[in-house]
C-alpha cells in the first residue's frame, strides 16, 4: 500500500473521486464541501478504523524487520506468515529514543501484535537508566491523538495569514510547490532542539543546497543559559551538573528537579546523594519565588522575589569574597568593585546567608549552584547565570560537580530570524517541530514578521496556531513512527526507531527534506544516494557503528540495545575567563506583584497538553489539574481578598489575561505565578479552551523572552470556577502519616520517630509459602514528580474522568500521591507520599465484601476481581487508605484511535465495579509464567511494578518478601520502615520508610493520633490556618 | 375494678364493627381518596424516573463520590427499616403484653412494616453499581464451579435478616387477616368480590378447633417476630459497626438503631393514624385519642433513648483518647455538615419533650407536626451517620464532601411515593382494622350494661 | 388447566347434613355447648367470627400440637445455617477473606439466627395451613354471619349420640336464636 493510496480508504469516497481528477481548484470545492459536511469527522475516524486492522497486520512484520534482524521491509505483507518474532498475546520490545526539551533519553516501546501499548526507560542508556518522566510516558496518547493531521496540509488564505481555509494536499503537488519556492532561494529553516545530529547533517545540507540559514526555537528556551555559559566558559554549551557529587546543592529559582534541562537525569542524582541518609546525606537549599516541585524537596527553603535572584547570589559571593576574604578573587578589584554594587540590594534581600556561605565553603568542589529557569529568567537573566557561574567557580566546582557539556545550538538564535524577516531577507520558512506564534511573546510580533514571507512551511503534526498560517503543512511523523538519533546532554548517541507503521499519510521532515533535494536536484552524494531518510541514517551510522563483523551486525546490535554505548563523552573540567562580574549590574527594584511564568511538571511547554493523561495529573504541588490559575501567597489572597478560584486579570503592560486563583502555601508575597502550556487555539480537542496564555504576557528584549520579574498589576475579579483538586485537605492533623526526622535523629536511631504499636489478634494468622509479594516507598527520596501516576495509568488502562468529575471527586488513579504542608501556610515545609493499594494482610476491604469479588491470593496481594464485583462499593468505604476507585459511569469508551494504547494484559473495567491497584499483578503472573515455561527460577528485580519501572530515584523497591536476601524484604525489616496506620492492624504490604530531612530542627514535628491517647490539636489548630482548605473544590 | 377508657367509641355492636370495618371495603371511595393516591402516584413516577436513569447511566447520577461510597440510597434504606419495625413491634410485642389497646391499630402498622420494608428492600440493590447482578448476593448453587457469598460481609447478614424479617411480617400480617377476608367474603352482594375474598381468605370458616390452632400460631408467630425485629436492626447496625471507620465502629450501634427504629416507625405510625382518622372518620371510634397518647409516650421514651445514645457517643468518643474518634465527633457536630447534626438532636431529642404535656399528647394536629419532625430527624440521623464519618477519615489527603444531586432527591421523595401509594391501595381493598381482635375487646371500659361483658376473655357473664 | 381443576376439586370440603344452631351472644353459646356435650353429644362444631375463650372445654379441644412443628423446625433452622455457613466458607469454597481464619464463627451468627426463625416461623404457619385444611373452596355455609356477629354450634347426622329432636330442642333451650338443618 503506497504512500497516498490511504485517502482511497473506503468511507471517502469524495476524496478518492477528487483524486482522480487531479485538478487543484475542484480539489478544493469538494474539500470546501467536506468542511461543511458535519461527516467529515466521522469519516475520518472511521478511516482510521478500517485502516488500523491492515495497518497493525503489516505493521508488526515491518518492525520487526526494522527492530531486529532483518532490512526494513517498506511493504506491507498479511499475517499469512507470521515472522517468528511475533507471538500474538507476547510483547516485543523496541529499544528507541525520545526528546522533551533539552532532555533526551532512551527509551522500551512496548509492543504487542505491533501496537505499541507502552513506552518504558531503556536501562541501557546512562540519561534515564530505565527510569521516565510522566511526560515520556504520555507520549504514546500523542502517537494515538485523534487530533493529529492525517495526512499533508494546505491553507488557502490571503496575504496577510488572516483566513483559515485548511485542505488536504497531495504530496507531490505540496512538494511541487515547495521545491518551485525553494529555488527561488532566501530560505530559512526555524527548527527546535530535535537533538539528532543525523537530522543537523541533513538540515545544514538542505539549508546549504538552497542558501539557506538554520535558526533554534525552543518553546521554552535556554538562551539566556547558554549565553552565559559563552561569556564565562567561551562555550554554548549546556554543562553537565553531577548532582551526585554535591553535598551542598544551591538552587535559586531554579526547578532543576521538575522541568529544567534534565529532571529525570537531575532526581536520580540527587536521590544518590540523598541515599547517603547515614552519613553525607546531601542538603538542598532552595530561593524561590514559587512552590515548586524542587522547592517541596528542599532541607532549607527561602522565598524570594523573581528580582531578587541575582541579588542572593551576589550576596553569597559578598559574604565568601569580601566578608570572608576567600578564594583568589578576595583581593579582585574588579569583583569587589562588582559586588560593593549591589549592597543595596542585599540590604533589600536582608537574608542572612553568612551560615549557608560557611557550609558552601567547608564543602567546596562538592557544592552546586544551579539558578536560573522560566521564574527568573527576567531582564537579569543573563547576569543571574554569569553570577552563578562565577560562584561556582569560586568554589571550585568547575570540573567537579559541573563538567563542560556539549553545544546543543542548532542554529541561530529567533531574535535574528525575526530582524531578518522584517527586513525581508526571507522568502521561505520552513518551521519543524516547534510552535513560535503560539509561544513567542506579543512583543516578539512574530505573527505579523510573518506577512513577509512568500511561503511559509511547518512540520506540525496538528492544526496548531503555526499549522494555521502556513502555506504548507508537511506534516511530520510522530516519533514513534520514525527513523532517528539522539544525543542526549551527557553526549550519549541513541537510536530512535519506528514501531509503528505511519499511522496516517504523513511524512518524516528528514524524507521531506530530501525529497525536496531531489525535486531541486540538488545535495550531496549521500542524500542523491537515500532512497529514504533510513539509508541516509544508515549511512551516516557507517562511521559509527564500527566494530568486529559486519556493519549490519553491529548496526543491528546498537538498534537491540538502542544506544551506542561507547559514546557517552567524558564531561572534562573548564576555567571561567576571569572576572565577568564586570557587566553584572544589580536588578532593579520592582513595586507591586512581580510575575513568574513557570512550567508545570505535567504539562511543560505544552507541546503534549493535548493528552488527557497529562491534563488530570494532578500538579505535585498544587494537586490541582485540568487548569491553569494564577499562584499567589497566602499574605496575599487576604490582602486581595480573594478566595480559591477566584479570577483576577493579570496586567502586564497592555496585555491581559484573565485566570482563577489558586493560594499557593510557601509562596513568596508579592508574586503571582502563572503556567506556560495553556490557552491553547488548535492544541487539539482535549487542551483548547483550558486556562490562559502565560505568555501573552511575557515581554520581548533583545531576542529573549523575558518571563519573571515583570510587574504586573492583580485585579479581583467577581466570578469564581471551582478548580478541579484531587486533594481534599493540606494538613497531617497530627496523625502519623509520613514521619519525618532530622538527620541527628536519624542517624542516632533511624525510625526513631515512628510510635510503634503493639498489636494482638484473636486468631492465628494465614501463612503464605511461595511468595509474599509487598513493596516499601522511601519517602526520603521521593520527590514527588508522579511518573509512577502515569506510568501506572498507561499500564493499567485507568481512564480519565474530566474536570468536572473530578471536582466530583471520581478521579480513577490507582497509584495518588498525596502531599501534605507542614507548619505556617506562609512557610511550611513538604511531603509527599506515593499511595498504591496497601495490600493489608487483614484487608478491611475483603470482610465486607457480600460477594467476595474482593480477596486474597497465596500470594498476598489483595486481588479484584472484576466480574464479579457487584458495586456495592462497601469496599471503599472501608478502606482506611482510601485507594478503591469506583466505576461511576461506562468510561471505557475511549476515542478512537487512543484505544491502540490500550494494554490487553489489563481488563477493562465495566461501569458500576470497583477498581484498585493489583500490584501489576498480571507482570507477575507472566514473570512466574516464563520461569516455569524455562524452568528457571524466579530470583529478587524479576517482577518490577509499573510504578517502580518508572521512578527516577528507585524509592520503589518491589519483590518478594519471603526471600529474605531480596532488597525489599531487608527494606520492609529495616528500623527506617513502618506501616501506615499500622494501629488498625491491617498488616499493609506496602511500608514506608521515613523522610530525612538535614536540618536540625523539623518545621512541626507530628503528634501521634493512633490508637490509645495523643492529641491531634495541633493538626487542628493547623487545618484553620491551613489554605486552599479546597474539599468543595477538590471533591 | 377501676374504670377504665373505652377502647372503642360509640357504642359498638359486633354486627355495626362489621359494618364500619368491611364497609369500607364495600363501598366507593371519595374524591380525597383519588386525590391522595394521585398524589402518592405522581410521586411514585418520580422515583421511577430518577431509578431508571441511575440503573441506564450509571451510579455517578447520585451525589455519591470519593471518598463518601454511600449516600442517598443508604440512608434511605435504613429510614425505611427503621419505620418498618413499628408494626411488627405493636402487632408482636404489646400482643405478648397483652396490651388490648394494640388491637385496631395492629393491622394499619402491620401493614405500614410491610410496605416500607417493600420499600427499604429497594435501595440496596438500587445503590449498587450494576443492580442486574444483585441476585449474586444469594447463596444459590450455581455451574461457576464453587462459588459462594462472603458470610463475614454485614450485607448479606442484611440479606438474611430483611428477607427473613420481610417474609415472616408479611405472612403474619397475612394470616392475621384471614378472618377477616373470610368476614368481607360472607358479606360480600357482589360475584366477583365473593370470589376474590374467597380465594384471599382460603375459605376459612371459623371453627373452635381452627381458632384453636390458630391463636397458638398467632403467639408463635408473635414470639419469633419479637426477637426477629430486635434482630433486624442490629443487623443493620452492623453495616456501620463492623467497619473499621471512626463513627461507625461503634458497639452501642445495635440497642441504638432499634431505639431509633421504634422511635420512627411510632412516628410514622401517629402520621398514617392522623391521616386516616382523617381520611375516613369512622376510624375516630377505633383509633381513639388514647391510642394516640399511647403511642406518643412511646415516642418520648424512645426519643430519650436516642438522645441518649447521642450522647454517650460523645462521651465514648472523649473517653477512648483515639484522635480519630475524637475528631469526627468534633466533626459531626461541628464541622462543614454540622447543620445535619443539628437538625438530627433538635427534630429527635428536643421537639418531642413537647409530649410531657398531656395537651400535645392528645391533640390531633401537634402531634402529626411533631410526628412528621421525627421522621426528618431520624432521616437526619442516618444522614449523620453515612455522610459525617464518610467524608473525614483517616488520612487527610482524601477528605471530601458530598453533594446531593437531583437524582438523590428524586431517589427519597420518589420512595414516599411508593409507599403511600401500597399504603392507600391496602387502606381501600382490605381490612384495615382487625375485626377478629376487636371484636373480643370490644365491650372494654364500656357500662352501657355490657360493660362486664366485654371481658370475654375468661369469666361469662348470665342474665 | 385441569390441573388447577384437579387442584380445586381436591381442595373442595365433602360437607355433610347436620343440625345447626345460631346463637347472637357468643356466652350462652359457650355455655350450650357445654351442656350439650354432657347430653353425650360427641361431634361438636363450633363456629364464630372471632376466637372464644372457654370454648375448648366446652367441646373437648386439646391443646394445639403446633408448637412442636415450630421447635424442631427452628432447630433444623439452626443446624442448617451452622452447617451450610462452615461448609461454604471452610470446605467447598475456602478464600483468605480480610485474614480471618476460614470458619469464621461469629461472623456466621446472624445467618444461623435468621435461618432459625425463618424456618420456624414458615413451617408453624405450614402447619397451620395443613392442620386446617386450608385453603377450601366454596366451604359450606351455614349463615354468612357467622363471620360477622353470629355463633353457632352444628352437630354432624350420624354422629355417636346423635338425636336430631333432642338436638333441636336443646338449642332451642338454650338460647339459640334460629335451629336449621344445615350442610357442613
Same mark, same amino acid.
Given at each position: ?129 530505565? /527510569? ?164 517541596? #524537596? ?120 525575526? +530582524? ?37 512551511? /511547518? ?150 497538553? #493535548? ?130 526526622? /532530622? ?115 497465596? =500470594? ?26 469506583? @466505576? ?45 515455561? @524455562? ?46 496506620? =499500622? ?53 | ?188 352482594? @357482589? ?273 | ?23 347472637? +351472644? ?159
Amino acid at each position: 500500500m503506497d504512500q497516498n493510496s490511504s485517502n482511497n480508504s473506503p468511507g471517502q469516497p469524495w476524496l478518492s473521486l477528487e483524486q482522480w481528477r487531479q485538478d487543484p481548484e475542484f480539489l478544493k470545492l469538494t474539500e470546501k464541501e467536506f468542511r461543511s459536511s458535519p461527516l467529515q469527522s466521522e469519516d475520518g475516524q472511521s478511516g482510521h478504523a478500517r485502516r488500523d486492522f491492515l495497518k497493525l497486520m503489516g505493521a508488526s512484520l515491518a518492525l520487526t524487520s526494522f527492530g531486529c534482524v532483518r532490512r526494513p521491509a517498506q511493504t506491507i505483507i498479511p499475517y499469512a506468515k507470521k515472522p517468528p518474532e511475533i507471538q500474538h498475546g507476547h510483547p516485543n520490545f523496541y529499544a528507541s529514543s525520545f526528546v522533551d526539551g533539552m532532555e533526551a533519553f532512551g527509551i522500551l516501546v512496548t509492543t504487542r501484535d505491533g501496537r505499541p501499548i507502552k513506552i518504558e526507560g531503556n536501562p541501557d542508556h546512562p540519561a534515564n537508566m530505565g /527510569t521516565m518522566s510522566a511526560r515520556a510516558h504520555a507520549d504514546i496518547l500523542r502517537l494515538y491523538d485523534p487530533d493529529r493531521f492525517t495526512g499533508a496540509k494546505r491553507n488557502l488564505q490571503n496575504k496577510n495569514r488572516t483566513n483559515r481555509e485548511t485542505i488536504n494536499a497531495k504530496w507531490d503537488d505540496l512538494d511541487k510547490n515547495v521545491v518551485e519556492q525553494l529555488n527561488k532561494g532566501k530560505v530559512a529553516v526555524l527548527t527546535y532542539n530535535h537533538a539528532s545530529p543525523t537530522t543537523q547533517v541533513l538540515m545544514e545540507e538542505f539549508a546549504g543546497a538552497f542558501g539557506g540559514k538554520i535558526y533554534q526555537y525552543d518553546d521554552v528556551s535556554y538562551a539566556s543559559l547558554m549565553e552565559a555559559q559563552k561569556a564565562s566558559y567561551g562555550s554554548a554549551a549546556i554543562p553537565r551538573y553531577r548532582i551526585e557529587k554535591a553535598k551542598v546543592i544551591v538552587a535559586i529559582n531554579n526547578d532543576f528537579l521538575g522541568t529544567w534541562v534534565a529532571p529525570v537525569t537531575h532526581q536520580r542524582q540527587f536521590a544518590s546523594g540523598r541515599k547517603k541518609s547515614t552519613e553525607g546525606i546531601n542538603k538542598l537549599v532552595v530561593f524561590e519565588s514559587l512552590m515548586t516541585l524542587t522547592g517541596t #524537596n528542599a532541607d532549607k527553603r527561602y522565598r524570594i522575589r523573581p528580582s531578587q535572584s541575582l541579588d542572593v547570589v551576589m550576596a553569597l559571593l559578598h559574604e565568601l569574597i569580601v566578608v570572608r576574604k576567600q578564594s583568589r578573587y578576595s583581593a579582585d578589584d574588579g569583583v569587589i568593585r562588582a559586588l560593593s554594587g549591589f549592597s543595596k540590594n542585599r540590604e533589600d534581600l536582608s537574608l542572612n546567608l553568612g551560615e549557608l556561605a560557611d557550609e558552601l565553603w567547608k564543602n567546596r568542589g562538592q557544592s552546586l549552584i544551579l539558578a536560573g529557569g522560566l521564574t527568573a529568567d527576567g531582564d537579569f537573566g543573563v547576569a543571574l547565570q554569569v553570577a552563578a557561574n562565577f560562584l561556582n567557580s569560586v568554589l571550585e566546582n568547575d570540573g567537579k560537580t559541573i563538567e563542560s557539556g556539549k553545544a546543543v545550538v542548532r542554529g541561530g538564535p529567533i531574535g535574528e530570524l525575526i +530582524d531578518a524577516l522584517n527586513k525581508k531577507q526571507i522568502t521561505t520558512l520552513i518551521i519543524h517541530g516547534s510552535n513560535p506564534v503560539y509561544s513567542l511573546p506579543p512583543g516578539a510580533k512574530f505573527r505579523e514578521a510573518l506577512a513577509n514571507v512568500e511561503m511559509l512551511i /511547518t512540520t506540525s503534526d496538528r492544526n496548531d496556531e503555526t499549522a494555521r498560517l502556513a502555506d504548507f503543512v508537511a506534516t511530520d511523523h510522530h516519533a514513534l513512527e520514525n527513523w532517528g538519533d539522539l544525543q542526549s546532554l551527557d553526549g550519549t548517541l541513541s537510536i530512535q526507531q519506528p514501531t509503528i507503521q505511519p499511522l496516517h499519510d504523513t511524512r518524516a521532515f528528514q524524507d521531506s527534506m530530501l525529497a525536496w533535494l531531489k525535486g531541486a536536484n540538488k545535495g550531496s552524494a549521500k542524500a542523491k544516494a537515500a532512497a529514504t531518510w533510513y539509508d541516509y541514517l544508515t549511512a551516516s551510522w557507517k562511521p559509527l557503528a564500527t566494530g568486529k563483523g559486519s556493519f549490519e551486525d553491529n548496526w543491528n546490535q546498537i538498534l537491540q540495545d538502542g544506544v551506542l554505548k561507547t559514546s557517552a563523552a567524558s564531561g572534562g573540567g573548564r576555567s571561567i575567563a576571569g572576572n565577568t562580574l564586570a557587566n553584572v549590574k544589580p536588578t532593579a527594584k520592582r513595586a507591586g506583584f512581580e510575575l513568574a511564568i513557570y512550567q508545570k511538571v505535567g504539562i511543560g511547554d505544552g507541546r503534549m497538553a #493535548n493528552v488527557p493523561w497529562l491534563q488530570e495529573l494532578p500538579d505535585p504541588v498544587t494537586k490541582v489539574c485540568w487548569d491553569n490559575y494564577a499562584c499567589i501567597s497566602p499574605k496575599d489572597s487576604v490582602q486581595l481578598k480573594v478566595k480559591e478560584g477566584q479570577h483576577v486579570t493579570l496586567t502586564v503592560g497592555d496585555q491581559k489575561v484573565e485566570v482563577p486563583v489558586h493560594i499557593q502555601p510557601g509562596q513568596a508575597d508579592g508574586v503571582v505565578g502563572l503556567a506556560i502550556g495553556y490557552g491553547r487555539q488548535g492544541g487539539g480537542k482535549v487542551v483548547d479552551g483550558i486556562g490562559a496564555n502565560a505568555m501573552m504576557l511575557a515581554q520581548w528584549s533583545d531576542g529573549r523572552a523575558i518571563t519573571a520579574g515583570l510587574e504586573t498589576k492583580v485585579q479581583p475579579l467577581v466570578k469564581v470556577t471551582q478548580l478541579a483538586i484531587t486533594q481534599g485537605h493540606h494538613v497531617m492533623e497530627g496523625r502519623q502519616i509520613v514521619v519525618e526526622e /532530622t538527620v541527628a535523629d536519624h542517624v542516632k536511631n533511624p525510625g526513631g520517630q515512628v510510635h510503634r504499636h503493639k498489636m494482638k489478634t484473636m486468631w492465628s494468622e494465614h501463612k503464605y509459602n511461595g511468595n509474599k509479594w509487598g513493596m516499601v516507598i522511601d519517602l526520603n527520596t521521593c520527590t514527588g514528580c508522579s511518573s509512577c501516576v502515569v506510568a501506572c495509568q498507561s499500564e493499567n488502562n485507568i481512564p480519565v474522568v474530566g474536570k468536572k468529575h473530578v471536582i466530583d471527586g471520581r478521579e480513577m488513579q490507582w497509584l495518588r500521591v498525596d502531599r501534605y504542608y507542614i507548619g505556617t501556610p506562609e512557610d511550611p515545609d513538604v511531603v509527599h507520599q506515593p499511595l498504591p493499594c496497601m495490600h493489608c494482610d487483614n484487608a478491611p476491604c475483603e470482610t465486607v465484601c457480600p460477594v467476595i469479588a474482593t480477596v486474597h491470593s497465596d =500470594e498476598g496481594t489483595n486481588d479484584m476481581i472484576y466480574n464479579r464485583c457487584v458495586g456495592t462499593r462497601y469496599c471503599a468505604n472501608n478502606c482506611p487508605y482510601k485507594v478503591r476507585r469506583f @466505576n461511576w459511569f461506562s468510561y471505557t469508551d475511549i476515542q478512537a484511535p487512543r484505544q491502540m494504547a490500550l494494554n490487553p494484559e489489563v481488563t477493562v473495567r465495566s461501569r458500576g465495579v470497583m477498581e484498585k491497584c493489583t500490584f501489576c499483578i498480571h507482570r507477575i503472573r507472566t514473570v512466574k509464567a516464563n520461569h516455569k515455561v @524455562n524452568d528457571t527460577k524466579l530470583v529478587d528485580g524479576d517482577v518490577k511494578t509499573a510504578c517502580q519501572q518508572s521512578c527516577p530515584t528507585g524509592a520503589i523497591t518491589f519483590g518478594d518478601l519471603n526471600d529474605k536476601t531480596s532488597v525489599v524484604a531487608t527494606n520492609f525489616e529495616s528500623p527506617k520502615s513502618y506501616a501506615l496506620l =499500622e494501629e488498625l492492624n491491617t498488616k499493609p504490604a506496602v511500608r514506608y520508610q521515613v523522610k530525612v530531612r538535614n536540618t536540625d530542627h523539623l518545621k512541626w514535628a507530628p503528634k501521634h493520633a493512633g490508637g490509645h491517647g495523643g492529641g491531634h490539636g495541633d493538626g487542628h489548630k493547623e487545618d484553620k490556618k491551613a489554605p486552599g482548605h479546597s474539599e468543595g473544590g477538590g471533591h | 375494678m377501676i374504670q377504665r377508657s373505652p377502647l372503642v367509641l360509640g357504642k359498638k355492636t359486633y354486627e355495626t364493627v362489621s359494618n364500619d370495618i368491611a364497609g369500607i371495603v364495600e363501598r366507593f371511595p371519595d374524591k380525597r381518596f383519588f386525590a391522595g393516591l394521585a398524589g402518592a402516584q405522581g410521586l411514585l413516577l418520580i422515583f421511577l424516573l430518577a431509578q431508571g436513569a441511575i440503573v441506564w447511566f450509571g451510579m455517578g447520577l447520585m451525589g455519591v463520590n470519593h471518598p463518601v461510597g454511600w449516600g442517598t440510597d443508604i440512608i434511605t434504606f435504613v429510614f425505611w427499616i427503621g419505620i418498618g419495625h413499628a408494626g411488627t413491634l405493636i402487632s408482636a410485642v404489646l400482643f405478648l403484653f397483652r396490651q388490648k389497646w394494640r388491637m385496631s391499630i395492629a393491622r394499619s402498622a402491620e401493614a405500614m412494616t410491610v410496605f416500607a420494608v417493600m420499600t427499604a428492600g429497594l435501595f440496596p440493590v438500587l445503590h449498587t453499581g450494576r443492580p442486574w447482578l444483585a441476585y449474586w448476593l444469594l447463596p444459590y448453587p450455581n455451574q461457576r464451579g464453587p462459588l459462594w457469598v462472603n458470610f463475614r460481609s454485614p450485607l448479606v447478614w442484611d440479606v438474611f435478616a430483611v428477607s427473613t424479617y420481610a417474609t415472616v411480617s408479611a405472612v403474619f400480617w397475612y394470616i392475621g387477616m384471614v378472618p377477616d377476608l373470610a368476614t368481607i367474603r360472607d358479606r360480600a352482594q @357482589n360475584k366477583w368480590r365473593k370470589r376474590i375474598y374467597g380465594v384471599l381468605s382460603l375459605g376459612w370458616r371459623g371453627t373452635a378447633r381452627n381458632w384453636n390452632h390458630y391463636e397458638m400460631v398467632y403467639m408463635l408467630l408473635a414470639g419469633l417476630s419479637t426477637p426477629l425485629v430486635l434482630s433486624v436492626h442490629s443487623i443493620v447496625s452492623f453495616d456501620f459497626a463492623v467497619a473499621v471507620l471512626p463513627g461507625w465502629h461503634t458497639t452501642i450501634f445495635p440497642p441504638y438503631f432499634v431505639a431509633g427504629a421504634i422511635f420512627s416507625g411510632f412516628a410514622m405510625v401517629v402520621t398514617l393514624m392522623s391521616i386516616i382518622r382523617e381520611l375516613l372518620p369512622v376510624f375516630k371510634d377505633y383509633v381513639t385519642l388514647d391510642h394516640m397518647e399511647n403511642m406518643n409516650k412511646i415516642i418520648m421514651a424512645t426519643g430519650l433513648l436516642v438522645g441518649y445514645a447521642y450522647a454517650s457517643e460523645f462521651f465514648i468518643a472523649w473517653y477512648s483518647g483515639v484522635a480519630y474518634e475524637v475528631f469526627i465527633f468534633k466533626n459531626r457536630a461541628f464541622g462543614p455538615y454540622g447543620w445535619s447534626y443539628w437538625i438530627m438532636v433538635t427534630c429527635n431529642v428536643l421537639i418531642p419533650q413537647l409530649f410531657w404535656f398531656r395537651y400535645f399528647r392528645r391533640n390531633i394536629p401537634w402531634m402529626f407536626v411533631i410526628s412528621i419532625f421525627v421522621n426528618i430527624g431520624m432521616w437526619f440521623e442516618r444522614f449523620v451517620i453515612t455522610i459525617t464519618s464518610l467524608h473525614r477519615d483517616f488520612l487527610p489527603s482524601s477528605w471530601g464532601m458530598w453533594v446531593p444531586t437531583i437524582y438523590d432527591f428524586g431517589a427519597l421523595f420518589g420512595s414516599f411515593g411508593l409507599f403511600f401509594t401500597l399504603f392507600l391501595l391496602y387502606i381501600r381493598v382490605l381490612p384495615s382494622i382487625s375485626m377478629s381482635e376487636v371484636k373480643p375487646v370490644l365491650f372494654v371500659g364500656r357500662n352501657d350494661g355490657h360493660g362486664d361483658k366485654g371481658h370475654s376473655e375468661g369469666k361469662h357473664g348470665h342474665h | 388447566m385441569d390441573i388447577i381443576e384437579k387442584l380445586i376439586q381436591k381442595a373442595r370440603p365433602t360437607s355433610r347434613n347436620g343440625v345447626a344452631g345460631l346463637w347472637m +351472644d357468643e356466652h350462652q353459646m359457650v355455655e350450650a355447648a357445654a351442656k350439650i356435650r354432657a347430653a353425650g353429644f360427641t361431634q361438636i362444631e363450633a363456629i364464630s367470627p372471632f376466637p372464644l375463650h372457654g370454648i375448648d372445654e366446652a367441646i373437648g379441644i386439646p391443646r394445639s400440637f403446633i408448637p412442636w412443628v415450630t421447635f424442631t423446625f427452628g432447630l433444623a433452622g439452626f443446624a442448617f445455617g451452622t452447617w451450610f455457613t462452615w461448609w461454604a466458607s471452610a470446605v467447598d469454597w475456602p478464600l483468605i477473606v480480610g485474614g480471618k481464619p476460614m470458619w469464621s464463627l461469629p461472623a456466621f451468627v446472624p445467618i444461623m439466627f435468621e435461618l432459625t426463625i425463618l424456618f420456624a416461623a414458615l413451617s408453624s404457619v405450614g402447619a397451620l395451613i395443613f392442620v386446617c385444611g386450608l385453603p377450601q373452596v366454596d366451604p359450606p355455609v351455614i349463615d354468612p354471619a357467622l363471620t360477622s356477629h353470629k355463633f353457632a354450634l352444628w352437630v354432624p347426622e350420624g354422629s355417636a349420640g346423635f338425636n336430631g329432636p333432642k338436638l333441636e330442642q336443646m338449642f332451642k333451650e338454650l338460647g339459640a336464636g334460629e335451629v336449621k338443618k344445615a350442610e357442613f
